[in-house]
């Protein structure tokens, strides 16, 4: 099944365990996000960052619990981000952590893209439900 719609998201600075060296910045921040349209939900999580000298090159990885309802079902599920930037290339990865999931959500798998148009984000979330 595929579902689409709107999120908005809260990032915010983190004190962060390590310093970057040799012209990388490394940061950490808290992820807020409210899911609108068949994802009813919000997130709460935190994200590591790595910013290169080159503009344009940085990556990141992020883990954050979604809560709410999907497409009606109540429960939670961890979402797992793994992004890079090339020069202003983008890769971005999330996918739903297996056996993450709990309620009526139990079993949920899953791979969401996520779009900014505008400086609005959009998320497309496929997945599967036993």
Do not use: C, N
């Amino acid at each position: 099944m595929k579902i689409s719609g709107e999120f908005e998201v809260s990032l915010l600075p983190l004190d962060a365990y390590a310093d970057g060296k040799d012209g990388t910045t490394l940061g950490r921040m808290s992820i807020d996000k409210t899911f609108m349209g068949e994802l009813q939900a919000s997130s709460q999580g935190e994200m590591l960052t790595a910013m290169t000298s080159t503009k344009g090159s940085a990556g990141y990885v992020a883990i954050e619990q979604v809560t709410g309802s999907l497409a009606g079902k109540k429960g939670s599920f961890v979402l797992q981000h793994f992004g890079t930037m090339d020069k202003g290339r983008d890769r971005l990865i999330l996918e739903v952590v297996p056996d993450s999931a709990s309620g009526e959500l139990s079993g949920l798998s899953g791979t969401m893209i996520i779009k900014i148009e505008d400086g609005q984000h959009f998320y497309e979330l496929t997945y599967a439900l036993p």
